[in-house]
């Protein structure tokens, strides 16, 4: 049996840009591949989310802001911590991008951009700074544990925090296998089509959308509610709970 991949929370990103468009785009667009989004348009805005919000995991800060520029927000953010910066500028000033580097930028983007791109770049500057947790030992991985519940991978159970046990249908086990080895991972209905029946979707097919429909109930949620298995609009699902192996 796999023993799923597991992760650590999903990565909290800080956005600071004084253009409210590009802020909002950020926001949505990686907000659904998985991504905890906060904005702020200047540097006592980034100060105050630094403050009241939980440590950011990356920030994506834009050069040239009003009051404190992106290179002094950099200076400022190293003197007191190592979160991967990510530079955005309409320069092409080679300096500016040398001089952000030396500040202790990890990466630099020119506007306008792609934002598949600075999602690429995300992903590869979250890889080299993230910790990786090395896999369960398949003993460890008999059961794993996600938001209120633990999962019983030998017995196919379902237990609550009273300990209660249920026992799952196949799908649904299945189903809940996929999410499980894919947390803070945005998945399409042909995804988990794919994933648990090994073929690909029939033109139309909405059968996903019931499997999931169940999954929550069983998980004791509603598609209007659900906290656990996250519906993104006009992409798929995503398992926002932290996944942990138990001995």
């Not at 404190?68 to 000033?93: N, Q, W, Y």
Request: aromatic residues 4%; glycine residues 6%; proline residues 5%.
């Amino acid at each position: 049996m796999t023993a799923p991949t597991l992760t650590t929370r999903s990565a909290t990103l800080f956005v600071v840009d004084d253009d409210p468009e590009i802020c909002e785009l950020l926001a949505d667009y990686l907000g659904r591949h998985g991504y905890h989004v906060l904005t702020a348009q200047d540097a006592d805005s980034l100060r105050a989310l630094m403050q009241h919000e939980p440590a950011a995991d990356l920030l994506i800060v834009d050069l040239m802001l009003p009051g404190d520029d992106g290179f002094s927000i950099c200076r400022e953010v190293r003197k007191h911590s190592d979160v991967p910066i990510i530079m955005l500028t309409a320069s092409a000033d080679e300096t500016d991008r040398i001089l952000g580097l030396e500040l202790g930028a990890d990466d630099y983007l020119g506007k306008p951009f792609n934002p598949r791109e600075l999602l690429a770049r995300i992903k590869a500057v979250l890889r080299r700074t993230r910790p990786v947790q090395p896999a369960p030992s398949a003993e460890q991985a008999r059961c794993v544990s996600f938001g209120d519940w633990q999962l019983d991978r030998m017995t196919r159970e379902l237990i609550d925090q009273q300990g209660k046990r249920t026992a799952l249908s196949g799908a649904d086990f299945q189903l809940l296998q996929v999410f499980l080895e894919r947390p803070a991972t945005v998945l399409t209905r042909d995804d988990l089509y794919a994933l648990t029946r090994g073929r690909d979707a029939p033109p139309l097919d909405r059968s996903i959308d019931v499997h999931v429909c169940r999954l929550r109930q069983r998980l004791g949620e509603d598609a209007q509610h659900s906290q656990l298995i996250r519906t993104v609009r006009g992409a798929g699902y995503i398992l926002t709970a932290r996944v942990d192996a138990l001995a």
